[in-house]
């Protein structure tokens, strides 16, 4: 993972200045960043704990304290950058978003509760690589499973709005920036629940959290590489379109002005 992504923001970075530099300061802007930057947090902190020596449980139950922390962040992050963009479909409608914050606010305190209980203990123990130790917590299988369950609930009500505008609007709507929301929302929404349901199975599945740790990692990365991706896509269309229309008024001011002349 710590290779895909320094080789996706290596390959994005021009664009990514580019954006950061000439955009407007808005929350949208601010979740973007925030979204980008803590995979690096979290990079140093899973590599920290599964592969250097560490024979402290306060320690180990710490340093898993904060990866839970900050895993929670980038979720959050990316995940409000689409409720944002499904508001935006309804045209920020109260209805609409007084649900999805209130929805947002419910799966927030209820991950943070479970996140709590979850890390009941912290041990050390050998991994498969001889001779390091590592941090690895014990947790029941229910106890893991159901974050990702309640992530699974809440991205199918995301997904069913979108769906649900989309059927609304199809004929009336033909502009480009809202059929890119409309594909944006959907595959970020089938890719979430593709892996939150994968996360949840292996949960069942393996009662060790050291098997399943690499889909939930898989997860927070692959979601906020696509919420900053399709961000810095759509981004990029509106500029141009704006580049489009002043180009067009300027060519019609120099139409206008020669045939007075």
Not at 132 to 142: E, K, L, N, W
Not at 195 to 200: I, R
Request: net charge neutral.
């Amino acid at each position: 993972m710590a290779t895909v992504w320094t080789y996706d923001y290596a390959c994005s970075l021009h664009e990514e200045w580019t954006f950061l530099l000439r955009s407007r300061w808005t929350k949208v802007k601010c979740l973007y960043i925030i979204a980008r930057n803590v995979p690096f947090v979290l990079l140093t902190t899973d590599l920290y704990v599964y592969f250097a020596p560490n024979e402290n449980p306060d320690k180990c139950l710490m340093l898993i304290n904060s990866y839970s922390f900050f895993s929670l962040i980038s979720v959050s992050c990316s995940e409000c950058i689409f409720v944002l963009r499904t508001c935006a479909l309804w045209n920020n409608d109260r209805f609409v978003l007084a649900a999805l914050l209130s929805a947002s606010l419910a799966f927030s305190v209820a991950s943070i509760a479970i996140a709590l209980t979850t890390i009941t203990a912290s041990y050390v123990t050998t991994s498969a690589i001889p001779g390091i130790t590592g941090c690895y917590r014990t947790s029941s299988s229910v106890q893991l499973f159901m974050p990702f369950l309640l992530l699974f609930v809440f991205e199918l009500g995301l997904v069913s709005l979108t769906l649900i505008r989309a059927i609304q609007s199809w004929r009336t709507v033909n502009g480009p920036l809202y059929t890119i929301l409309v594909k944006h929302n959907i595959f970020y929404y089938a890719c979430g629940l593709f892996l939150a349901a994968v996360n949840a199975l292996m949960c069942m599945l393996f009662s060790q959290y050291a098997y399943h740790s690499v889909f939930e990692d898989l997860q927070f990365f692959i979601l906020a590489i696509l919420a900053t991706r399709m961000h810095l896509h759509l981004w990029r269309i509106d500029q141009h379109m704006h580049g489009s229309a002043i180009m067009l008024i300027s060519m019609s001011d120099m139409l206008h002005a020669g045939g007075t002349v």
